[in-house]
């Protein structure tokens, strides 16, 4: 018997309870921490949510009343160790038994790392270190019973929701590290289109080319799987659709929430088995070392390494293609057509870098897992830096 065509994989399930979506936050969150039994919530986000009269942030406060012991709204971009030690150190001392983070993916990472803070105990950013190192030399980070566990709610698109591993930034050497544990993922992930009407359209629409990103990266990954793929191609599909109708039309509900569903689908693709290539190895290069948003690295990384990655998954990029009904030939013009189309930043040039930092970009990409399992093998810091030439200038679409 030829078991040739027989579809293979491990599809990873994530330790997630529910995701509530379309729900006004404030009414799902206070709904979900009463039926967990939580008594004592602790919030986790960030200044700008903080500074607004009625924002999501001060929905879920008011919706939680008394149920509410406190906050940690300083949570700066590329959750920095010493937020989240803050963050740990303010919420142990309200005793809190869950946590909410309400925000983008600064907030959801940093508030994750909170927690595995909370399990060992951690008070410092030194004493993170050795949980924080890469590979077999990372301490393994352990729940006890009864582990305190969060709930989030999104005010962006990049999907920090759906993955239990946590970004963190050592701030002395602008590398980025990361807590794994299968409870760190959200109990709960609530999306509610209202909680992102306050986010800056431009911040929105390049977390959803994040979203795109991880979409295509999973799709594209060689450990990669059907059902990953299937995950990635429908959220791409949404997201092809529904970032190009929040640009035309802001005020629309029913656009922002097809592309919580298209994030939700892109990362599943990556978080349920797919994985990543150089476009987010390089970001995590690029956001760490020179404090540029993943959202925009996104923009401005994506097009090139397809390109770059065109001569070994030429028949992957097809499909890419046809999830977002695109006429132009290849997948890099029409990612690079949709970040255009959406006013969203297009090369390395127009973030500010100068042609100097490139040799610097390459060295520190290497550093990072999802460069060495880019589809197209990349060995040296010359391959990195010919994707970074091509993203330079910006790839211009062919008609």
């Not at 991880?214 to 990669?224: D, F, L, T, Y």
């Not at 476009?279 to 996104?298: K, N, Q, R």
């Not at 030939?329 to 042609?355: E, F």
């Not at 930092?357 to 990072?368: G, H, P, Q």
Request: proline residues 6%; hydrophobic residues 45%; aromatic residues 4%.
């Amino acid at each position: 018997m030829s078991d040739g065509a027989l579809l293979r994989g491990v599809y990873k399930i994530q330790s997630q309870e529910r995701i509530v979506f379309g729900e006004p936050a404030g009414e799902a969150i206070a709904a979900e921490s009463q039926r967990l039994g939580a008594k004592r919530v602790f919030l986790v986000s960030s200044a700008s949510l903080a500074r607004l009269d009625d924002g999501p942030l001060q929905q879920v406060q008011r919706a939680l009343g008394e149920r509410c012991v406190g906050a940690f709204t300083t949570m700066r971009a590329h959750s920095p160790r010493e937020d989240v030690i803050a963050a740990a150190n303010a919420a142990c001392s309200a005793r809190a038994d869950l946590l909410v983070a309400v925000g983008g993916g600064s907030s959801i990472d940093g508030t994750k790392a909170v927690l595995a803070c909370l399990w060992h105990g951690l008070d410092t950013p030194d004493a993170m270190a050795p949980f924080l190192a890469e590979g077999t030399a990372a301490r393994p980070i352990e729940a006890p019973a009864n582990s305190i566990r969060m709930l989030s709610v999104s005010t962006t698109l990049s999907a920090a929701d759906f993955t239990s591993r946590a970004g963190v930034t050592d701030t002395a050497t602008r590398a980025k590290q990361g807590f794994g544990h299968a409870l760190l993922v959200p109990q709960v992930a609530v999306l509610d289109p209202r909680a992102t009407l306050h986010t800056p359209l431009p911040l929105l629409l390049a977390t959803g080319i994040r979203a795109v990103d991880h979409a295509v990266e999973s799709h594209c990954a060689p450990r990669g799987h059907a059902m990953a793929s299937m995950h990635a191609l429908e959220g791409l599909r949404l997201l092809a659709r529904a970032l190009p109708a929040v640009h035309r039309d802001p005020s629309s509900l029913a656009a922002r929430g097809e592309a919580q569903l298209g994030m939700w689908q892109a990362m599943w693709g990556s978080s349920t088995g797919g994985g990543t290539g150089a476009s987010h190895g390089i970001g995590y290069a690029l956001g760490a070392g020179f404090d540029i948003p993943h959202g925009e690295t996104s923009c401005v990384m994506l097009a090139p390494v397809l390109r770059f990655n065109e001569p070994v998954n030429a028949d992957r990029q097809a499909a890419l293609l046809q999830a977002m009904q695109s006429p132009l030939p290849t997948a890099a013009d029409a990612i690079a057509a949709l970040v255009r189309g959406l006013g969203l930043p297009t090369s390395l040039r127009s973030l500010g870098l100068k042609r100097e930092n490139l040799d610097e970009i390459a060295r520190r990409s290497l550093a990072y897992p999802p460069v060495r399992a880019n589809p197209r093998p990349i060995r040296s810091e010359a391959e990195v830096r010919e994707i970074l030439d091509l993203a330079w200038e910006g790839l211009t679409p062919v008609a």
